[in-house]
């Protein structure tokens, strides 16, 4: 009998890729998807405080967030307690029993995932409770060229992945998706490469595939295994709005447009949950660069106070004109 099949530790998935590449989109479809699966989710954003959470369908006291910093530096530790507290839940170790049998990851947009999953090998009592099953990274076919030449974060995203979606597909031309999949060969031969729409895959392409080898990393990066200082651009920084009063939908899309006429190269993400004046539902807002949207999404339920969050990461942000701008939305 092979050793995969006699290995009882749990099976986790990192879902990685640049900020807007459909990450979250992907873990909701996991989520909702009818694959018999009990999966414990842990979720990763950039800022003091999270949108992802209120993002994640169905979430509920198995989903975890960390916040203020990249799952791949500052905030790894909270990972390491995290995934200590579900192994000592999942063997009946601590104070509550709780049944699941994988861990989807998924980072902030600017995580190397290199460190992510040294995490997985380094730790004794991780290593000893959990294997890292594979890396799935999503990569923007509209805006990764960009992505790509500008930041070594979505260079590394690619290079670690076993599995690259190409998303977003339908946004750009085949010529174009055919040219960015020999770009991403060229960077990453042995990943399993999918071209996607929305984010929707077979699972069973992502999910328990044993996909992670020690040995191909090491061949990438020799030092992986090695702990060392992970750096950010120190340009890129995350602005977190908040909002009591309704909003005009009208007010915050003029303000965001009138933000990326100029400024729109250096903006990577913007996502909110908003509280709109008359709309019964809370709206979701997101975006990413020039291109956003705006959709209702569920009632708000009995115990929520509405209340209006956003968040902006991006490069040369000026947060004082953010402000007054979110504060200028109110509706009359």
Same mark, same amino acid.
């Given at each position: 009998?092979?050793?995969?099949?006699?290995?009882?530790?749990?099976?986790?998935?990192?879902?990685?890729?640049?900020?807007?590449?459909?990450?979250?989109?992907?873990?909701?479809?996991?989520?909702?998807?009818?694959?018999?699966?009990?999966? +414990?989710?842990?979720?990763?954003? /950039?800022?003091? #405080?999270?949108?992802? &959470?209120?993002?994640?369908?169905?979430? @509920? %006291?198995?989903?975890?967030?960390?916040?203020?910093?990249?799952?791949?530096?500052?905030?790894?530790?909270?990972?390491?307690?995290?995934?200590?507290?579900?192994?000592?839940?999942?063997?009946?170790?601590?104070n509550r029993k709780v049944d699941f049998d994988r861990v989807v990851?998924?980072?902030?947009?600017?995580?190397?995932?290199?460190?992510?999953?040294?995490?997985?090998?380094?730790?004794?009592?991780?290593?000893?409770?959990?294997?890292?099953?594979?890396?799935?990274?999503?990569?923007?076919?509209?805006?990764?060229?960009?992505?790509?030449?500008?930041?070594?974060? +979505?260079?590394?995203?690619?290079? /670690?992945?076993? #599995?690259?979606?190409? &998303?977003?597909?339908?946004?750009?031309? @085949? %010529?174009?998706?055919?040219?960015?999949?020999?770009?991403?060969?060229?960077?990453?031969?042995?990943?399993?490469?999918?071209?996607?729409?929305?984010?929707?895959?077979?699972?069973?392409?992502?999910?328990?595939?044993?996909?992670?080898?020690?040995?191909?990393?090491l061949e990438i990066e020799p030092g992986f295994l090695e702990e060392?200082?992970?750096?950010?651009?120190?340009?890129?920084?995350?602005?977190?709005?908040?909002?009591?009063?309704?909003?005009?939908?009208?007010?915050?899309?003029?303000?965001?447009?009138?933000?990326?006429?100029?400024?729109?190269?250096?903006?990577?993400?913007?996502?909110?949950?908003?509280?709109?004046?008359?709309?019964?539902?809370?709206?979701?807002?997101?975006?990413?660069?020039?291109?956003?949207?705006?959709?209702?999404?569920?009632?708000?339920?009995?115990?929520?106070?509405?209340?209006?969050?956003?968040?902006?990461?991006?490069?040369?942000?000026?947060?004082?004109?953010?402000?007054?701008?979110?504060?200028?939305?109110?509706?009359?």
């Amino acid at each position: 009998m092979s050793a995969i099949q006699t290995d009882s530790r749990i099976p986790v998935s990192v879902l990685t890729g640049f900020l807007g590449a459909g990450k979250t989109t992907l873990l909701n479809y996991i989520l909702t998807a009818n694959h018999g699966h009990k999966i +414990a989710v842990i979720v990763n954003e /950039f800022g003091e #405080v999270g949108i992802d &959470n209120q993002l994640v369908v169905g979430a @509920d %006291e198995e989903i975890f967030e960390m916040n203020n910093g990249c799952i791949c530096c500052t905030v790894r530790s909270d990972l390491i307690r995290i995934l200590g507290d579900l192994a000592d839940a999942k063997f009946g170790r601590g104070n509550r029993k709780v049944d699941f049998d994988r861990v989807v990851i998924e980072t902030t947009g600017l995580a190397d995932p290199a460190p992510v999953a040294q995490t997985f090998f380094v730790d004794p009592d991780i290593a000893e409770s959990f294997k890292l099953d594979t890396i799935v990274t999503l990569v923007d076919a509209k805006h990764a060229d960009q992505h790509l030449d500008e930041g070594h974060e +979505a260079q590394e995203q690619v290079a /670690f992945a076993d #599995v690259l979606l190409l &998303n977003k597909t339908d946004l750009v031309s @085949d %010529e174009d998706v055919q040219k960015l999949e020999r770009r991403l060969r060229s960077m990453n031969s042995a990943a399993k490469l999918y071209r996607t729409q929305q984010s929707q895959i077979e699972l069973q392409h992502i999910l328990g595939i044993n996909a992670f080898d020690l040995d191909k990393k090491l061949e990438i990066e020799p030092g992986f295994l090695e702990e060392e200082a992970h750096e950010h651009d120190d340009e890129v920084a995350s602005i977190f709005l908040r909002e009591t009063k309704p909003l005009d939908l009208e007010k915050v899309e003029r303000f965001i447009n009138e933000w990326l006429v100029d400024h729109g190269t250096d903006t990577f993400r913007y996502k909110g949950v908003l509280h709109i004046k008359g709309v019964k539902k809370r709206v979701v807002f997101q975006g990413i660069h020039v291109l956003f949207s705006s959709y209702p999404d569920r009632d708000w339920k009995p115990s929520e106070v509405p209340v209006s969050e956003f968040v902006v990461i991006g490069r040369n942000l000026d947060e004082d004109w953010f402000r007054q701008q979110f504060a200028s939305c109110v509706a009359s």
